[in-house]
């Protein structure tokens, strides 16, 4: 299989050639808005009670089921992408296997993915992934040492209990001859080499492929940003590390290549955006297809296009969409005549 780090640069489109996309490339889906951690770097860390915290549930089995019936509904070539995660833990819904399931049979898309902290990958969630031969499994690790991951994380769960349950994972895959799902383990690079070196030396038996992800801010909601809170003494390099990788752009290419449904089917084209600020409307009230052919999915895309951004509260707060690392397209200049929908 391919790495998934090489993913992004497999089969890439240049999307000023190809926009505006008669359907999105990837779609995400949130299982759960619910998570057994409370890392101190993400918002479900946040201990004041805003619009995220209110609204965290499980997606119902039969809203998911409808999401896929929409999307086979709607004609033209499969979704590059399905993932199963967005903002919470996936593996807390305890329909995540059917969902698996559901999505796999539809054959709605080229490949399916989703991302976890691995706690909670049960022997029966173990099987399930290979059974329905989920293609990505992408692994979140904190910390390799028990204290600083009970410190970043808030959970009594250690870094040994989830490369057991990965250990698992592959001795099953191991037993069914199958190289699905391919399992990508990833942490923040902690700008010290000793500390990702042992990442590296705990977690290469149980991985097919191990890496150092960048620094982010998710939407900033106070005046303390979220690197702050995990790099501490290191954030000086957190920081010069991301602008190293960041770039001028003025749009967002998010908005024309993405559709992100949330547990209570909120959509949205964003994936970073868990204060809902860039919510277009509800797939129980419209349809996917409707919301991405809607005035006001255009009307968000122009507003990138046209350096407006700050007219959204969530992404007059938001740098994602500057980095290299996780954006990269660049569509400043795409004309807006253009992106006007053939009736």
Excluded at 143 to 155: L, Q
Aim: net charge negative; glycine share 4%.
């Amino acid at each position: 299989m391919i790495r998934y780090t090489d993913l992004k640069n497999t089969n890439r489109h240049n999307l000023m050639e190809v926009l505006p996309l008669a359907k999105p490339f990837t779609l995400l889906v949130e299982p759960s808005s619910l998570c057994n951690f409370h890392c101190i770097h993400c918002f479900q860390g946040l201990k004041q009670d805003n619009s995220f915290s209110r609204n965290r549930q499980n997606m119902p089995l039969g809203r998911f089921q409808r999401i896929i019936e929409q999307m086979q509904a709607w004609p033209g070539e499969k979704l590059k992408v399905l993932k199963l995660s967005l903002y919470g833990e996936p593996l807390i819904n305890q329909d995540f296997g059917e969902m698996l399931r559901l999505a796999k049979e539809a054959a709605i898309a080229d490949r399916i993915e989703t991302t976890t902290n691995a706690s909670l990958l049960t022997p029966e969630v173990a099987w399930s992934m290979v059974d329905c031969q989920l293609d990505y499994l992408r692994v979140s690790i904190y910390a390799t040492d028990a204290e600083r991951h009970r410190e970043i994380t808030g959970s009594g769960i250690t870094p040994k209990t989830i490369h057991e349950n990965l250990r698992f994972l592959q001795e099953i895959k191991r037993q069914q001859g199958s190289e699905r799902p391919f399992v990508s383990p990833k942490m923040l690079d902690t700008y010290d080499q000793t500390q990702n070196d042992a990442f590296i030396a705990m977690y290469q038996d149980v991985a097919d492929e191990l890496y150092l992800d960048k620094p982010h801010n998710w939407i900033q909601t106070d005046e303390q940003k979220f690197t702050e809170k995990i790099y501490q003494a290191n954030h000086s390099k957190a920081v010069a590390d991301f602008q190293a990788h960041s770039t001028r752009r003025i749009a967002c290419p998010m908005p024309f290549t993405t559709m992100a449904v949330r547990c209570n089917g909120d959509v949205s084209p964003c994936c970073v955006d868990f204060i809902g600020g860039t919510n277009l409307g509800n797939m129980e009230e419209k349809s996917l297809q409707d919301l991405w052919a809607s005035p006001e999915w255009l009307a968000f895309q122009i507003m990138q296009l046209e350096n407006r951004k700050t007219e959204n509260f969530s992404c007059a707060r938001c740098d994602v969409y500057l980095s290299d690392h996780y954006t990269r397209d660049n569509i400043d200049g795409f004309p807006v005549d253009k992106l006007r929908r053939q009736k």
